[in-house]
């Protein structure tokens, strides 16, 4: 094994926290990764992995040299790519929202992979906290502020909000036209996924943010159960306007108090500070912000 096939090596047991993983991400033998590692502790002469039953971490040592690596390595793909005018390569592991993947980039994805046909994409889905660095994964496409420091967050789109409900839900409740004729009103609940907590709908009057919780029949944690059980008429529902757009044209749903929206949701891609960004990593989310950007309205563009 040369000296960068061990450093990819080791960053990727660092980073997963485990020989087997790690194997198994590169496509070696766990024997081979195991060997590979004490060659290159042999060879620069220090510990840099901390090897319990269950688990590996880095030495202070081992933690610089990562850093080293991360720099190096990433110095190497550029350059090389600069003077041969290759194109970025290899695998790139994203997590991303379904719903915002169906809708904005899997439409587009065959002629990303036509143009960079060297890159394979494994694509993790949900919207839960995931440890990037520990779980390999190279970047997260989530919606919302980042909540995360350690995470560097480049902003490539804005979702305009608003308030929506079934014709049934209407001809039974009536149509509010003030934030005042919620009283009457009932919501379909939804979970936050970081607390579990119900969520209030959420309204922008005069500039100023307002927060309501109504009676409740129906939650769930899920966007999916959310907009059907809306569909169904249990309730007043949230959510972005593009995932509305047939249903408003074809008259199944309804959008309410459009004069008092909810705040726009930013779309962030997520990556972690101690990485510097990839060829394939910045060539997918600059394709990906362009994807948002011609699918959405100009007014809802990053």
Same mark, same amino acid.
């Given at each position: 094994m040369d000296r960068l096939d061990a450093m990819r090596l080791f960053l990727r047991v660092v980073e997963r926290r485990s020989f087997s993983l790690?194997?198994?991400?590169?496509?070696?033998?766990?024997?081979?990764?195991?060997e590979g590692v004490k060659q290159l502790e042999a060879r620069l002469g220090v510990r840099l992995l901390q090897r319990?039953?269950?688990?590996? &971490?880095?030495?202070?040592?081992?933690?610089?040299?990562?850093?080293?690596?991360?720099? *190096?390595?990433?110095?190497?793909?550029?350059?090389?790519?600069?003077? $041969?005018?290759?194109?970025?390569?290899?695998?790139? &592991?994203?997590?991303?929202?379904?719903?915002?993947?169906?809708?904005?980039?899997?439409?587009?994805?065959?002629h990303f992979l036509a143009e960079y046909p060297d890159i394979q994409i494994h694509f993790g889905e949900g919207d839960r906290f995931v440890d990037l660095v520990r779980e390999g994964v190279d970047c997260v496409l989530r919606v919302g502020q980042p909540a995360?420091? $350690?995470?560097?967050?480049?902003? *490539?789109?804005v979702l305009a909000e608003?308030?929506?409900?079934?014709?049934?839900?209407? &001809?039974?409740f009536g149509t509010p036209r003030t934030l005042d004729d919620l009283e009457s009103h009932r919501m379909v609940g939804f979970l936050s996924s970081a607390t579990g907590a119900l969520l209030p709908l959420e309204f922008t009057a005069d500039g100023v943010p307002r927060q309501v919780t109504l009676p409740v029949t129906v939650s769930a944690a899920g966007a999916e159960i959310y907009f059907a059980a809306a569909r169904l008429g249990l309730g007043l529902i949230q959510l972005p306007r593009y995932r509305l757009v047939d249903d408003l044209a074809a008259g199944t749903m309804v959008e309410v108090l459009a004069d008092t929206p909810p705040a726009p949701s930013p779309v962030y891609v997520l990556y972690p500070h101690s990485r510097q960004l990839s060829p394939r990593v910045r060539v997918f989310i600059d394709w990906l912000a362009a994807e948002f950007a011609a699918r959405l309205p100009s007014a809802e563009g990053g």
């Open positions: 790690a194997a198994q991400d590169l496509g070696l033998p766990r024997s081979t990764a195991t319990t039953t269950r688990q590996v &971490r880095p030495t202070l040592d081992g933690e610089a040299y990562y850093q080293r690596c991360l720099s *190096i390595l990433a110095d190497i793909e550029e350059a090389e790519a600069a003077f $041969t005018g290759a194109k970025p390569k290899g695998l790139l &592991r994203v997590n991303v929202h379904g719903i915002l993947a169906r809708s904005f980039m899997m439409p587009g994805l065959p995360d420091s $350690t995470l560097i967050g480049r902003r *490539i789109a608003g308030t929506f409900a079934s014709p049934a839900y209407l &001809r039974r």
